[in-house]
């Protein structure tokens, strides 16, 4: 370290972190040979706390506040330096700044299938996942138990051991608290309150808490579903059986009302007819039907080689069979065909492949 570099590090009294990264939990305040000077200012801001390590030992942690590192503001530095009365040198020593706010919206899920027994169902599986927030409880025991000398420490390192102890509380609670797979869905607060409890100590072991846990969703096997589907649609045949019974009533009084102008407009045609017939008592004959309209022929397009020839009838295509210009793979079209298709995928040209005559002996 040259002469400039020791004079700076001499004059640097201000010590403070801030950080926009989101996820870091611990950062570690960087001085050439962690010398700290005497007297110099410390900075701890809302949502942080500094620890003070010394030769290896955790010193102090202080809270949130502005402090002057002094002999009477570090009892325990001043025993671990052992200074006298007015000894101002600088001191060797690492601050850690540990991150208190919560870190949202963090994601867990069982990996596995959960095995639990069901009181309607029977022994059954069921995944779950949801969401989570941590915050620093403790920054002492932290620092000691988890982040040790990491200079600068994240929440991704800690997240999937946190993942870890939810699930397998979870999955203990979820089996011994004897709620039915049909109410689950309707106990998922509850649930997450007595996971969250379950593993408090666990995780205060680490210097953290969990102040939130959410259940998002808990999904059974595609069996089960099926099955709860099956015994919805029962329920509803009950209510379906008496829908059907009020409409056949309601179809019966229509049919009887419309029987009743039925019989009135036969009693007055024949009524009419008598009047028609005079006193003779011969009826005009009535006049006959007319006949169907005979149907529509189809006539047909031909493509081929991206040209198109046509129409022609059926007896036309029947003859383009027997000369070989029309063969079963050929692209044909009429009106009302959606698209073109083969001649033999039509049931009307099938037909005119299977009439033509066995080849000639000796062919």
Known sequence: MGILDFLSGQFIDVIHWTDDTRDTMVWRFEREGHEIKYGAKLT????????????????????????MLETNNLPIMTTLQHWDH??????KSEIYYVNTTRFSDLKWGTKNPIMIRDPEFGPTRLRAFGTYTVKVRDPAVFLREIVGTDGEFTMDEISYQIRNIIVQEFSRVIASSGIPVLDMAANTAD????????????????GLSIPELYIENISLPEVVEK?????????????????????????????GSAAGQAMGMGLGAGMGMQMAQGPWGAAPAMPA???????VEHVWHIAKDGVVTG????????????????TRD????????????????????AQLFTVLPPPPPGA
Not at 289 to 295: A, F, H, K, T
Request: glycine share 10%; proline share 8%; hydrophobic share 40%.
């Open 44 to 67: 701890v801001r809302e949502g942080q706390a500094a620890v003070f390590v010394h030769e290896g030992q955790l010193a102090d942690v202080f809270t949130p506040g502005l402090y």
């Open 86 to 91: 007015g000894f101002k040198s600088p001191f």
């Open 191 to 206: 649930l997450g309150k007595h996971v969250a409890s379950a593993f408090d100590s666990t995780i205060a072991e680490y």
């Open 227 to 255: 099955a709860m589907d099956a015994r919805t649609s029962r329920g509803l045949a009950g209510n379906l059986d008496e829908h059907l019974k009020w409409k056949a009533a309601e179809s019966m009084t229509m049919q």
């Open 289 to 295: 039907p007319p006949p169907p309209p005979p149907p």
């Open 311 to 326: 129409p022609f009838s059926r007896a036309a295509l029947g003859r383009k069979v027997t000369d070989g210009t029309l």
């Open 330 to 349: 050929s692209m044909v079209w009429t009106q009302g065909q959606d698209g073109w298709k083969a001649a033999d995928d039509i049931a009307e040209l």
